[in-house]
């Protein structure tokens, strides 16, 4: 079964639901261009407005948006715990879709320990793989149909990963987008 959130808490928030699977899908129709979007997904001067849970800010915010690229994410959490993420881009076709690997290797030990718990928990050993993210954009009434799709490598691996939070998280970070979205329109 495959954590999916489309329209929950929020008019756009998005909600569980089954699809396949080792995947976490989140979908959200936003209110703005599919260039736009897809910009503020590749622009680090917009992405680090939006990206992580409400809160959260992003002193660090680097990528090179091109098959082969890196992006270099830290999340920092109000207390100033520090989220450090990275990857490697794996396809970008402008503007629908962006495609990328998360290495979460460098997040606090109390996170992994609680991931480590949640695994187990779960009958999941430690991950042979890192996820892979899919971000696609189309064109629809209103705006643009932004689906996330994560992708694990295993039920259980992603069953931790949604017991951490993962789909809360998702949807305060595209609340976020909603406004960096009016923002930038509104330049």
Known sequence: MTAR????SSPQAAMPQSRSGQDVVISRLIAAPRALVFKAWTDP?????????RDFTI??????PRPNGTYRLV??????????MSGIVLAVVEPERIVWTIALEDHPPQWHA??????????????LHQPVMTATFEEAAGG????????????????????MGMVAGWNESLDRLEAEM??????
Not at 5 to 8: K, T
Not at 75 to 84: I, N, Q
Not at 182 to 187: D, L, S
Request: proline share 9%; charged share 30%; with cysteine.
């Open 75 to 84: 999340m920092r959490a109000p207390d100033g715990t520090d989220y450090p």
């Open 182 to 187: 009016r923002r930038m329109q509104e330049q």
């Open 5 to 8: 959130s489309d329209e929950a």
């Open 114 to 127: 609680q991931l480590a718990r949640l695994r187990e928990k779960n009958g999941a050993g430690p991950p």
């Open 45 to 53: 001067d917009h992405l680090r407005h939006w990206w992580g849970p």
């Open 144 to 163: 643009t149909r932004l689906t996330i799709t994560t992708r694990f490598e295993s039920v259980a691996e992603r069953n931790a990963f949604a017991e």
């Open 59 to 64: 002193p660090v915010c680097e990528i090179d």
